[in-house]
């Protein structure tokens, strides 16, 4: 049973924190993914890994930077949190490739708030 | 531009009627499709794909490449249903991420 953690359910920081959230995932998959979700707009990408420290853009990267230096952690960062970056943020992970192995398994999100 | 489309926020039913949520998918190529759900309190987890043309809980999707949609069906909705339903598109390329639909919000009332 895949198991993808992230280190906090609930986050509250100040405008201009930098804020850490981690992501943890135990089938030694090689891609990991960071989305946010936030109602009327569904899941939007921030980035996503294909293996240990290799990072690509998603559709908003801006305002975020990650890293992968472990296969199993995936950080999220935002280097000086503002108020529109208040959201639900959800970490996944997959194998490689199409067809049945074609799924991604989701962590349970963390809810960041930036007051 | 890929892009997927679910044109209800919410869908409110009662228990008992069919359901079909809506989704419409705008992609170059051959896309595999998904419906992913959200339970209250619990993580987003896979429904169905299409490639697997199985029913999963009830509920079954059929993609249509003429109409571009892969709308998701139940023909009889129960409480339990209740949820937020996610339609998404998987990019063929080696990033293999998906491109998400806004939701719809299943409401079924007793």
């Known amino acids: 049973d895949v198991k993808v953690t992230q280190s906090s359910r609930y986050l509250v920081k100040r405008t201009g924190e930098k804020v850490f959230l981690e992501c943890v995932q135990d089938?030694?998959?090689?891609?990991m993914f960071w989305y946010r979700q936030d109602p009327g707009l569904g899941l939007r990408l921030i980035y996503f890994?294909?293996?240990?420290?290799?990072?690509e853009k998603g559709d908003i990267p801006e305002g975020y930077s990650v890293s992968r230096e472990k296969k199993e952690r995936f950080s999220l960062i935002l280097e000086s949190a503002s108020t529109n970056q208040t959201s639900m943020y959800l970490c996944?992970?997959?194998?490689?490739?199409?067809?049945?192995?074609?799924?991604?398994?989701f962590g349970p999100g963390t809810r960041l708030t930036v007051l | 531009a890929q892009r997927v489309t679910q044109p209800e926020k919410l869908l409110s039913v009662f228990k008992g009627a069919p359901v079909e949520l809506k989704c419409n998918y705008s992609?170059?190529?051959?896309?595999?499709l998904f419906w992913y759900v959200q339970y209250s309190r619990q993580r987003l987890q896979l429904l169905l794909r299409?490639?697997s043309r199985e029913s999963i809980k009830g509920f079954t999707a059929d993609l249509n490449k003429g109409e571009t949609s892969f709308h998701l069906k139940k023909p009889f909705a129960q409480e339990e249903d209740s949820a937020m339903y996610y339609c998404?598109?998987?990019?063929?390329?080696?990033?293999?991420?998906?491109?998400f639909g806004s939701g719809t919000r299943l409401l079924v009332r007793p």
């Open positions: 992609y170059s190529g051959s896309p595999e």
């Open positions: 299409h490639i």
């Open positions: 996944a992970s997959k194998v490689p490739g199409t067809g049945v192995v074609n799924e991604q398994f």
């Open positions: 890994s294909y293996d240990v420290k290799m990072k």
């Open positions: 998404a598109l998987s990019a063929m390329d080696s990033s293999y991420k998906l491109i």
């Open positions: 089938m030694d998959h090689e891609n």
